[in-house]
């Protein structure tokens, strides 16, 4: 334990849970995106749906899809900001079975008409954890180098991808995959200790059916 586990983030209050993990997680969101949505709906449940407005939780995950930090001061007027950059925004409860209190709901869109559904939950102390993708099932803290790989279900893709990265001198910390069906989508999650950067992405998404590669940077 060191002393940001007992004092908490650097941070707009009021909660780090429900503010700062918040902003964090809409920060995560907007990278995954590759930009600035222009439509956000925004599902809240449970202790999000309950609490959030008056803990800032709408504000967090708009200010994080805006870009800005949880010690961002403009987080407290983020949802006036998105409007006048013309950001269409809607927040509303939903339930979500068996997820986290402090879970959100995303789904996303940009000015060129990508679309994405983000699902991630705040679990204390600013840290949070992304928990699908578009449906796809995935465990992302964005605290770390992340590659995001989207493949065909295929022998011999993850040597591939994990060869690639070894190649450039990575140590992967955490892996994870998730598929659709044999042989359908699958979407590996790997990550990296130390820095990674864009042409390590490039590499792998040079591979034999590898669909999409995204770095998640630290957030």
Known sequence: MNVFDIIGPVMIGPSSSHTAGAARIGGVARALLGAQPVRADIGLHGSFARTGRGHGTDKAIVAGLLG???????????????????MQVEIHPVEIDGAHPNTALLHLETAGGRTLEVQGSSVGGGSIRITSIDGMEVQLTGER????????????????????????????????????????????ALEMDGAVGQEVAAAVSALPHVMHVTLLQPV
Do not use: K
């Not at 279900?153 to 598929?179: H, K, Y």
């Open 68 to 86: 800005f930090a949880p010690d961002d001061t403009r987080l407290r007027n983020a949802l006036d900001i998105a409007a006048e950059q013309g």
């Open 145 to 188: 180098p992340t590659l995001i790989v989207v493949h065909q279900d295929m022998p011999g893709i993850i040597a591939a991808v994990t060869e690639t990265v070894a190649g450039w001198q990575l140590n992967i910390g955490s892996f994870r995959l998730t598929r659709q069906s044999r042989g359908g989508t699958a979407v590996m």
